[in-house]
């Protein structure tokens, strides 16, 4: 049975209206980038040099800023101490859009920090120095977490528990939450730390690491096959639907309790940093879940996101563009990739491709009904550079060159047209009724037109040519023109 095609946009728009409760160790992570040049003689150990330096929310509250830019509300409960760590991290929560921080302090307890020392060149971590105190918390500061939690639950659509053993997810604090989630009907999410799996009985889901599956099952898991018969014995001890058990580059293996077992290969991406990727793939899991979902749709988003994740330095959030772009083809996202709307975005592309030293093309056109002359000259014009851009007629523009019955299609019609073509890097739609403001902005290096123009009858040769760039012209395909289609199409004779 094929894969079912996954409707990210109208996943995406579900997952706006909802709302998951977090809980769990909240950590500031900071890292420190810079360069590794030699050994210090008093260790030895590599000498880094800092260059700059960068501090994220970590941890559970990583889980909640994922929640967030996914496009979901997030409630997060978490501990912090009375300290500088953990007003920062109270003030970068409220300063995050979409999620509402309930803190509970504890000044018995330090806020737990994670500093990482990173190579820049190699995006190698050299060293990490923590401060913390990982003890369960005081049945006092036990018993605000409880209280703060409990009027959360009906509030969420779906309740996530990001345990990282610095205290906070007690064996009483877990009882309490998933007993009164299930009362609700709100499924529990938890990303384990315990190998007692039992102490998380009633969980919905739980979504260990291969590590954490092996040592808490006592099992190889080294394919999918014994992980689907390790799992059935704890899925039956922790009364959970399913497991879902993260591999790295491995990808991911889902068992459900009932169905079959389900695993999807890590998406190929140049890894840069595996920090927080564990989160990340929990708050896609809960956003999906909560939107309605199944399990295959959210192991999918989940698999993506982690790819998106690991292409980031430090502990990164991924945004609900980011996925859609890393899970839908490629032909799907040409439009709103390769259409540019607003010329800042036009003059950034322009930088980036001239930092990298390529050869930028020009074309123009209305292309109102594309047909093989139209794509022999852009095909052409794509091989006398390295970038295309291709300048497109307003819909104003084509009526006051071609009459009041033109265009057949509308600009934005003919521009995604023209994006799906492999030859087209960027289409810029313009008003006037020539591009020579458009090539003077671009001013590219190659400014192509069909063999039926002369040289000086091309618009912005001027332009092109002072700049040092070349004029192309291409032989045109005989017996193809868009007014001679067009009156055709209308019942005209041949």
Excluded at 98 to 124: M, N
Excluded at 241 to 257: D, K, N, S, W
Excluded at 459 to 487: K, N, P, Y
Aim: glycine share 8%.
């Amino acid at each position: 049975m094929p894969t079912p095609i996954l409707d990210f946009d109208s996943l995406a728009q579900a997952i706006s209206g909802r709302t998951v409760l977090c809980i769990g160790d909240i950590m500031l992570d900071e890292f420190v980038y810079g360069e590794v040049s030699r050994i210090s003689p008093e260790a030895p150990a590599p000498v880094i040099a800092a260059q700059r330096s960068e501090t994220h929310v970590g941890g559970a509250g990583n889980v909640a800023r994922n929640v967030a830019s996914l496009g979901a509300r997030c409630i997060f409960v978490g501990l912090i101490g009375e300290d500088d760590a953990g007003t920062r991290l109270e003030a970068a929560l409220n300063d995050q859009a979409g999620i509402e921080s309930v803190l509970v302090r504890d000044a018995s307890r330090p806020t737990t920090r994670k500093v990482r020392f990173v190579s820049e060149h190699f995006s190698t971590h050299m060293l990490r120095a923590d401060w913390e105190q990982a003890l369960a918390a005081s049945d006092d500061v036990e018993t605000k977490l409880i209280d703060a939690i409990l009027p959360q639950i009906a509030r969420a659509d779906i309740v996530l528990l990001s345990d990282y053993a610095k205290g906070v997810l007690t064996a009483r604090v877990i009882r309490h939450t998933i007993d009164a989630a299930r009362k609700l009907g709100k499924p529990v999410i938890v990303d384990p730390k315990s190998l007692n799996w039992a102490i998380y009985r009633g969980a919905t889901l739980l979504t260990p690491n291969r590590k954490e599956f092996s040592e808490a099952t006592r099992s190889r898991a080294e394919t999918v096959q014994s992980i689907v018969e390790a799992s059935e014995d704890v899925m039956r001890l922790a009364d959970c639907e399913a497991i879902l058990v993260t591999q790295g580059e491995h990808g991911m293996t889902l068992v459900p309790r009932n169905g079959g077992a389900v695993h999807v290969p890590a998406v190929p991406v140049k890894v840069r940093d595996v920090s927080g990727a564990g989160d990340t793939v929990a708050a896609a899991l809960a956003v999906s879940l909560a939107a309605g979902a199944d399990w295959d749709t959210a192991l999918r988003m989940a698999n993506a996101a982690a790819a998106v994740t690991v292409g980031k330095q430090g502990t990164a959030s991924v945004s609900a563009a980011e996925l859609r772009r890393k899970i839908l083809p490629h032909a799907t996202l040409a439009a709103e990739e390769k259409i540019v709307l607003d010329p800042a975005a036009l003059d950034a592309q322009l930088a980036e491709w001239k930092r990298q030293g390529l050869r930028v093309g020009f074309t123009n056109g209305c292309f109102d009904i594309l047909h093989p002359g139209h794509v022999k000259v852009l095909t052409a014009a794509r091989a006398a550079c390295d970038r295309l851009i291709v300048g497109l007629n307003s819909d104003a523009s084509v009526r006051r060159l071609k009459g009041a019955d033109r265009p057949v299609q509308d600009e934005r019609a003919r521009a995604e047209v023209l994006a799906a073509l492999e030859a087209v890097d960027l289409v810029v739609i313009f008003a006037e009724d020539t591009p020579i403001d458009l090539i003077t902005r671009i001013k590219p290096g190659v400014l192509v037109k069909g063999g039926d123009y002369t040289r000086e009858q091309v618009v912005g040769h001027e332009v092109v040519e002072a700049a040092g760039g070349a004029v192309v012209l291409v032989d045109i395909l005989q017996g193809f023109s868009t007014t001679a289609l067009v009156h055709r199409a209308r019942g005209g004779s041949k």
